[in-house]
């Protein structure tokens, strides 16, 4: 009798371990956070923004990375410290204040957030893999996660 209830308690401990275990994997594969991996890499003096560039919070300047250059408009994206927003700031040619910076939740795939600027164009920050096969007329896929469409 001793042995057989040794055996289940320690089937039960291994149990309840794997169901913790796997449990957790479940929950942080579910948590939404999708990211741009833009933001993992190191930074180089290209992904700096121009000093005149106002960051709003929650958003941190130091994680800002280039994400791409059209036609001399800089893209950058920048997060918040705990990575649940992400902000695109558009910054075309010429002398400030011709930029443009937003943020939006950082949650899931799909768009996170769209910027207008004054006779500027559009632009649209997407999460990684986002489904950008069937784009709506008049925006152009610039990189994985930037879409623009032009005045």
């Known amino acids: 009798m001793k042995s057989i209830l040794g055996d289940l308690m320690k089937w039960s401990s291994v149990s309840l371990v794997t169901a913790s275990g796997l449990a957790l994997l479940l929950l942080s594969g579910c948590s939404g956070q999708t990211g741009i991996t833009a933001l993992d890499r190191d930074a180089t003096p290209e992904d700096a923004l121009p000093a005149f560039i106002t960051v709003p919070d929650p958003a941190n300047r130091e994680s800002a990375r280039l994400l791409a250059t059209r036609d001399g408009v800089r893209y950058f994206v920048a997060e918040s410290d705990d990575s649940k927003t992400a902000c695109l700031a558009v910054v075309p040619p010429g002398e400030p204040p011709n930029w443009v910076m937003g943020c939006g939740p950082n949650t899931g795939p799909g768009e996170i957030l769209e910027t207008t ?17 069937k784009l709506e007329p008049g925006w152009t896929k610039v990189t994985e996660n930037i879409l623009v469409r032009d005045p």
């Open 117 to 133: 600027g004054a006779a500027m164009s559009s632009a649209r920050l997407l999460a990684d893999d986002s489904e950008t096969e």
